[in-house]
């Protein structure tokens, strides 16, 4: 792998030579028809391309974004032609040929968003205005996700979330320059609610803590409209810090509540963290308005099943993806992301694979890197063979519209990474909503914004 460092502000290059021409009265090229084969935010001239991940390497969420980063390098691998091509084989249709991108090896620069929206848009600005990242990727909380697709549609760059689970990041918050493979938690609610009635029954008294931004209360509204339509009522919702580590001030208070669910709208460490304290309240052990209480974790995924060990047993949840999935393209990547760092990989892992072959194939596809082309190849688009069904990357909000998974904590794991079993594979028009119920505009495709 190429870690590629130019040490060169483009923006800089480009300011200036704006400057010029503005100064000389002449049009300036990026503006008029055909000249975006020349002139655009980081176009590449020489023979490699730059990928810039953005990863949460440290804070409540950086075991996803760790496994997110062993994702991107085994996809950029794939793209340059290395290993055993991956998804490369079953994507379809595709227009990848192993040899990089348009004849271009793939590079990559990497930067630790924290868990921080702040320090992530700080991260994709240095990435495309010092290394000249021509996409942007990664990230495993909404609330950077938002910030970094905000930033990039000011700066003409493409893209590609990671794991953001947040309806406002295709909804409120959409962006023309922005993509998501992902989920969201509208739904989840569609998915699991119809289990949770099935399973707890129609007369429920549920009790939510809830992480403090974007996702958390998207999610927590989503949760609370399905539960809520099956007849269970909402006692109370809590929003928690994120990164709280300790929990117990925000567990206490559900015991004289005189609810008999619990729902943790938490990822990550902290919801291994709230998950186990709320064991060790005994809260499994309860029982509450003469029912056996029960909790609830709406997204989960197998890093962190893993974490929570024997307190996940039975807990229901969705996800995005499964590495247990039995179709040729999960069996593929799989295989691939096993023979490489041996164990399988994680929903973020798989989205983030994804993402940086979508974005690939869309280059491709368009003949260009130049973003408006790409976003016009990517807008619509309708794919297979890439771990979820059919798949559509809807061009009214830029969301994926595929299947979603209902999940269950395995009362009888074989192994440290058999710790999630899928009880239903919800189909991709169940999950279908119609985009305009959250708002927003993508804003334009053009002109080109520049790297400013």
Known sequence: MTLLKRGLSRRRVLQTG?????????????????????????????????????????????????????????????LNGEGDGGLLNVL?????????????????????????????????????????????????SSGEAIAVQGL?????????????????????????????????????????????????????RAYHLTADYTWGWTQEESIKAATEALGWETVEAVRT????????????????????????????????????????????????????????????????????????????????????????GSVAFTKSFGAAYGSPPSQAAHTAYVQALLYADAVERAGTFYPPEVIKALEGHEFDGMGNGRTLYRAEDHQCMKSVLVVRGNESPTSEFDVLNVVQEVDRETVNYDPAIFGGELGPAEPVPMCA
């Open 152 to 204: 990039c549609q000011e700066m003409g760059v493409i893209f590609m979330a990671g794991l953001t689970h947040s309806n406002d990041t295709t909804g409120k918050d959409k962006r023309r320059y922005g993509f998501r493979h992902f989920f969201n938690a509208y739904q989840s609610g569609v998915a699991l609610g119809p289990v949770l009635g099935q399973e707890y029954g129609s007369d429920r």
């Open 92 to 140: 379809q249709p595709s227009a990848l040929k192993g040899n990089g991108i348009l004849g271009k090896k793939v590079a990559f620069v990497s930067s630790d968003s924290q868990t921080k929206s702040d320090v992530a848009r700080a991260g994709a600005t240095r990435m495309i205005e010092r290394d000249g990242a021509i996409m942007i990727t990664g990230g495993s």
């Open 241 to 328: 810090p994120l990164g709280a580590g300790d929990f117990s001030q925000f567990l206490t208070p559900v015991l004289n509540s005189g609810a008999d669910v619990l729902i943790l709208n938490h990822y990550g460490n902290d919801m291994v963290n709230s998950l186990t304290q709320a064991v060790q309240f005994g809260m499994r052990d309860r029982q509450a308005n003469g029912k056996d209480f029960q909790i609830v974790t709406p997204l989960i995924s197998e890093l962190m099943a893993k974490g929570a060990g024997e307190n996940v047993k039975g807990i229901f949840g969705t996800s995005n993806w499964h590495w247990n999935l039995q179709d040729p």
């Open 18 to 78: 704006m400057a010029g021409i503005i100064g000389t009265g002449v049009a300036p090229m990026m503006f008029t028809k055909g000249a975006w084969a020349q002139e655009f935010c980081n176009n590449p001239t020489g023979d490699t391309v730059t990928f810039g991940l953005n990863l949460p390497l440290t804070g409540a969420y950086a075991e996803e974004g760790a496994d997110e980063q062993k994702a991107y390098e085994l996809a950029i691998a794939h």
